[in-house]
């Protein structure tokens, strides 16, 4: 699977950006796809995921309520639409995907993950 993550840029606090996830190359039937991000000086962190099929998603606990994964079967695209964006949300964004094995009850782990798009910076400030 080929992915490139997309739609990042500069936002106000308190204002919203849609990432973009376009995914190619195989039948995504049985894949999750996660939005993982990582800010300066610090680990990659998992963001949200959802299972191709849309029957699962998961928020990491700062973003719930905040953020929503959706996704496009026909146009093959992850969306992460952000809301209410704020200074420690500012990061690279990257999508990427896993072939089986998540039961949509907990994070996807980074270094579990089979494929990865190039990240997306987001960057929230006034």
């Not at 894949?31 to 299972?51: D, H, L, M, N, T």
Request: hydrophobic share 30%; proline share 3%.
């Amino acid at each position: 699977v080929q992915l490139q993550a997309s739609g990042g840029g500069l936002v106000q606090p308190g204002g919203s950006l849609r990432l973009s996830c376009a995914a190619s190359g195989a039948s995504l039937d049985s894949y999750a796809i996660g939005w993982f991000r990582q800010a300066p000086g610090k680990e990659r962190e998992f963001v949200a995921a959802i299972s191709w099929s849309s029957t699962k998603t998961y928020y990491e606990d700062s973003v719930k309520g905040r953020f929503t994964i959706s996704n496009d079967n026909a146009e093959g695209t992850v969306y992460l639409q952000m809301n209410s964006l704020n200074p420690e949300d500012t990061a690279v964004y990257y999508c990427a995907s896993r072939y089986r094995g998540w039961s949509g009850k907990h994070p996807l782990d980074h270094r579990s993950m089979d494929s990865w798009g190039k990240g997306t910076l987001v960057t929230v400030s006034s």
